[in-house]
């Protein structure tokens, strides 16, 4: 078994009204073997579907690329939108090299209740993934 380690810190603007709340990225990620594309924050994967679709929604016109532009640009959009990212998996253990839900081992959380005591004016949660056994809804309802 390996290790697979959230790489991110939370992200929370002080004014944030909604978080995304999710479990952790692609293991690719953690041990910085990124695809040409993907971005080096949150939801990052150019495999995934959250930034081209605001992207698209919102006409950011977002970078896809390992640069700190990139970052930079999704944390502004987030910012301006109240908007914050707080995975719910600190770590886990994984037998098979992916990211999914299921695939996760002797999980550890992060305190999640005490970074939402950071961001008071959250009304909204949004979690990602579906509801099962190690999804963040999951986790959400045993802590």
Not at 88 to 117: N, P, T
Request: with cysteine.
């Amino acid at each position: 078994m390996w290790l697979h380690q959230h790489p991110f810190e939370l992200f929370l603007p002080k004014e944030a009204t909604h978080l995304i709340v999710g479990t952790l990225p692609p293991p690719r990620f953690f041990y910085g073997d990124l695809k040409s594309g993907d971005v080096p924050f949150c939801y990052g994967s150019i495999d995934g579907q959250l930034w081209p679709i605001l992207d698209r929604i919102y006409s950011l016109d977002l970078r896809f690329e390992n640069s700190a532009a990139a970052v930079q640009e999704r944390k502004t959009f987030l910012t301006q939108i109240n908007m914050g990212i707080c995975d719910i998996v600190a770590h886990c253990y994984r037998k098979k090299w992916d990211a999914s839900d299921m695939g996760m081992q002797e999980v550890q959380l992060r305190d999640f209740f005490s970074y939402l005591d950071q961001v008071p004016k959250v009304q909204t949660l949004l979690f990602t993934g579906g509801d099962n056994k190690n999804g963040p809804t999951y986790f959400f309802n045993v802590t």
